[in-house]
């Protein structure tokens, strides 16, 4: 397979200005033509330049070039070369495509009975010859015809221009978008849909229909999206002053999808589980997906439709956007503070994980083989954060302004990150050329902090010094621009004022670090303040801070952060678990340190905010303990996590108790937030009660799984009872859950999730045999995630065996699926990715995996991800 390259971009030779597609729908011979509008495009000069359509799956069946048969082409590899076209022409090309073997859920395909499409990155070259790159926009006119009793409902981007019958039972309609665009924006669905219906008025009074398409058995899903919907709209004309721009907005939910959701233009397609939701089948978390997803996709329409990406290693300036904006809108409906302690938490694990591993890239890749492969949490969550950065040093007045300027500057076009930059530069006047660095490095700064106060002089010095570890094929790395949001805390932990150089800045500010060792002097302090470093974590780098027990706590408890206070949490918690797993692996009696005890005796006391103490009361998750170490003990880290967990459940039971029965509301299922927050405190109670392992805990626990009205009660007892060390416990359980959700795919999902996620030997077990479940398919990609990505990132010392089985369990899965769907074969194998930090043992037994998989015959896809990690 052949790299890509950022700096090979060229314009292409030809522009597109309208496409006519028409698309006759069958499941194994479905016939596209398409006319498409061409001329010569400007920008490339050069004489006689032939045109190169991208085309993968197709057979092609006619060309003709201004009415006449057209012959003077080759087929490559990728598509189809054309010579000597005149500078103005219409290309009609007829081919025909097989959407039922369409497996790999790009392109045209059918999920359900239902054709629907997936063009983004470069799907639309499955379904016709075209120019599939997103700096050529172009009109689509699009005709569909089907059968009109199995699919009723055919949809395309845009407005609905004209309809009517066939003969043989068939039936057609016409769509037209307005808005030129770009292939990857394309969509199409046809089937038997039924929509829920809602309407938006604009801020400047236009009617927009919402319709959301489900099966019919969904109908009771969908009110949550479209409320959610409504949302999205209402404030992203009042925070951005963005307004909607056609008088329809479509949404279609399927159950086949490899990604979450898409945003075409008009015509979103979602992935069931991020679009449907009833409180009986769906947790908290399910619905506050659905918001955010929608959100998400619904911001798109600005920050990416109308103005998109030149080519795709662009892809952050769209996504590191459209994610900064989807979590300020999640802060606005919710705790400002849990949302930014989530989003760093999947940040910290996850994204930093990838950022140290091999398949490391910066926020704007140089290169690719296969661009499915960066749709990434460095693309995504590292690209939010970058643009988080930019507010944070611009201030949201002028980021706003920025923000105007780059759609007013560039609506309509295809553009660059550079673009974007330019834009907050300028309404700025801030230099932010060394900002740039933070799209071209890969990897996660390290900030190491030095403090020293002076009695005498009664100033504290801070000094911080960066350092960005290498990354595969950047040794070389500059010192980056890093906003430090801090305040100084007094002996009691209240804000002390802030004086630098004679200047008073008040409680809170932040300082910019330049160089890579830089010093900031405070004034007129009488004692050694606290520093509150990294407040709301205000760039994406790891802290290397180190405090004592004490300042932990006083931090824990007082921190006017909230962020910090529970940063400080944490940090207590990583102490007092490095101090179990040395204990565990010097074989010694294992002794929690006292601190942490003390830490959770005064959480427990004190619960102003249940949806914060449910935070607080957390423990970081094995991979994050992981993070921590140059060489991971899996099993010591799952061994003293699992032992603070008992210990702690077992010294605070009744204070646990206390706390579930004080928040077990007894009422029926709300979305209102003290019930969110209720739920959400109660069932991470319900957990340490059940860790202890106490008749008691499993009687309650049984309790709220047959007395409860909603999922995330139901899921969370089902949770206690199925991960209980004696599998006994969670059997009855498991198989009444299956009883009632059976036919239910979504909530099925986290029935499989819930048995492979069991801390236990026989986890492994649980995953074969489930494997040959009748609701379990290597098709569906939610299934697969389900199953198999529960087990492999969710379950690390199960994965991690010291026999290889979990590996092999793995590259046999990827083996399979590298024939179905390549692009969730490269996701999958991701895991088996991270050895760099295991044992020699266990690093070996990977790396072997990884061999036996890349002597298979490969798509790209695996093949980028694999070659990677075995380079
Ligand atoms: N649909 C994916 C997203 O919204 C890719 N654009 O992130
Ligand atoms: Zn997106």
Known sequence: PSTIHLKDYLPPAFLIDQVELDVDLHLENTRVVSRLHLRRNPQRPEPGLPLELHGQELTLHSIQVNGAPFSDYQLTESGITLHHLPDQAVLETQVEISPAQNTALEGLYISGGHFCTQCEAEGFRRITYYLDRPDVLARFRTRISADAARYPVLLSNGNLIE????????????????????AYLFALVGGQLHAVKDQFTTLSGRKVALELWVEEENLHKGQ???????????????????EYDLDIYMIVAVNDFNMGAMENKGLNIFNSACVLADPKSATDRAFHRVESVVAHEYFHNWSGNRVTCRDWFQLSLKEGFTVFRDQQFSADQHSAAVERIQNVALLRTAQ????????????????YIEINNFYTLTIYEKGAEIVRMLAELLGWPTFRRGSDLYFERFDGQAVTIEDFVACMAEVSGQDLSQFMRWYHQAGTPQLRVERHYDPAARTFTLTLHQQTPPTPGQSDKQPLLIPVKLGLLDAQGQDLPLILKGEALGDETVIHLREASQSWVFEQLDAAPLPSLLRGFSAPVKLDYPRTDAELALQLTQDSDGFNRWEAGQKLALNAIDALIQQQQQGQDLQLHPSLVSAFAALLQDHQDPMMLAELLQLPSEAYIAEQYACVDIDAIHIARDYARKMLATRFYDAFLALYQRFDLQAPWSAEPEQLAARQL???????????ESEAAFTLAQQQFEQADNMTDQLAALT??????????????????????????????????VQVTRPYADALDRLHQLK????????????????LGAFCQQNPSRFHRRDGAGYAALADAVIELNQLNPQIAARLVLPLTRHQRMDDHRKAQMKAELQRIQDQPLSPDVYEVVSKALA
């Open 224 to 242: 949550h999206a479209l409320t959610s919907l409504k949302k999205a709209m209402q404030w992203d004309e009042t925070v951005y002053g963005r």
């Open 352 to 367: 930093f994980a990838e950022d140290a591993g091999p398949t490391a890239h910066p926020v704007r890749p140089e290169s």
């Open 163 to 182: 309809q009517g019958q066939l003969e043989g039972g068939r039936h057609f309609v016409c769509w037209e978008d307005p808005f030129p665009k770009p």
């Open 682 to 692: 109660k069932n991470t109670c319900l957990a340490y009660l059940v860790a202890t």
């Open 720 to 753: 206690a009872l199925a991960h209980a060390e004696d599998p006994a416990q969670g059997q009855a359980a498991l198989r009444a859950f299956e009883q009632r959700w059976q036919q239910d795919a979504l909530v099925m999902d986290s029935w499989f999730s």
């Open 772 to 787: 040959t479940h009748p609701a379990f398919s290597m098709k569906n990609p939610n299934k697969v995630r389900a199953l």
